[in-house]
């Protein structure tokens, strides 16, 4: 069973389920589409209960995974510990601190995500919240790019970011948004006090969904004729804003 297991993959229908009932952190589960397999089934189910992200894709999405006999389930191991968002906020406020939250919606990129993961750690930023689906896989990719910065950082996966979101301003964060469409500057903006700042996917932006329970919309200033950063560039250049301001 060993050969199994590697670079935090699990493969195969028994070692996945082991894995399941270990109660391992799970990063995400893919399972071959349009199979009609009981013990699928049951694995799917599982992840169900377990609040485990799970993918249906095509065999040959299986096959780039692992040329091996997978028997259509392949698991990712998370090699970090994830960390709940309520314990975060109240260990922040509990230590005197106003607390500092990076939500990224949508951000899919491995390594943008490990790269903002170093600029945040770098940044005193005190947690990175993800959406528990559609967010860049935890893998040795992001945990190298991140150079170290993922096993450091608390990051916390979520069900729903609206409910991280209402929570976060129930709890005396401000919440706000970066968009390219925003009016307000960034350089005008006051960044101080209890925040969580939301960046977000590389093709579109925030949701639509999430922009109504911001607390407003905020944009860098860009005077050449490039519209638009990459979102770790982005994240970096926000991040120490926050900086300036709050040392100034």
Known sequence: MEDNYKNNMVFGIHPVMETINAQKEIEKVFIQAGTRSPELSEIANACRKTGVPVQYVPIEKMNRLTRKNHQGVVAFICPIEYQSLENVVQMVFEAGRDPFILMLDRVTDVRNFGAIARTAYAAGVDAIVIPSRGSALINGDAMKTSAGALSLINVCRVENMKDAIDFLKASGLRVVGFTEKAKESLWKAELTGPLCVMMGSEEDGISPAYIPRLDGLLMIP??????????????????FEVVRQRMG
């Open 222 to 239: 860009m005077p050449g004729d490039i519209d638009s950063l990459n979102v770790s560039v982005a994240t970096g250049v926000v991040c």
